[in-house]
């Protein structure tokens, strides 16, 4: 059975940095396209960034500039690195990817940004 775990989440201060990860377990076939998501309290699920297996990416305006996603094929792992984060990144995030013709998501890692 494949499995998202990710790990990284915290609260952080405004203008600090925080790295998610995410990583496929219980699978032999690699990650295809994967993609980062969050969902504030009372607001829908929206994507962040997006990646696709070759390594094009792909942003949300407004995190353009600040964060990066990138993966390891050989780990099955996508990563989000994210810098000078503002209280309205404040949400929960979520790790999805498409394995073996399914899509999947991750149970969810939650990104606090206050002073």
């Known amino acids: 059975q494949v499995q998202l775990v990710e790990s990284g989440g915290g609260l952080v201060q405004p203008g600090g940095s925080l790295a998610l990860s995410c990583a496929a377990s219980?699978?032999?076939?690699?990650?295809?396209?994967a993609g980062w998501y969050r969902q504030a309290p009372g607001k829908q699920r929206e994507l962040v960034a997006y990646?696709?297996?070759?390594?094009?990416?792909n942003y949300a305006n407004s995190v353009k500039g600040r964060f990066t996603i990138s993966r390891d094929n050989a780990k099955n792992t996508v990563y989000l690195q994210m810098n000078s984060l503002k209280p309205e990144d404040t949400a929960v995030y979520y790790c999805?990817?498409?394995?073996?013709?399914?899509?999947?998501w991750g149970q969810g890692t939650q990104v606090t940004v206050s002073s």
């Open positions: 999805n990817a498409a394995i073996d013709y399914m899509t999947y």
């Open positions: 990646i696709t297996r070759g390594g094009t990416t």
């Open positions: 219980g699978s032999s076939v690699s990650m295809n396209s």
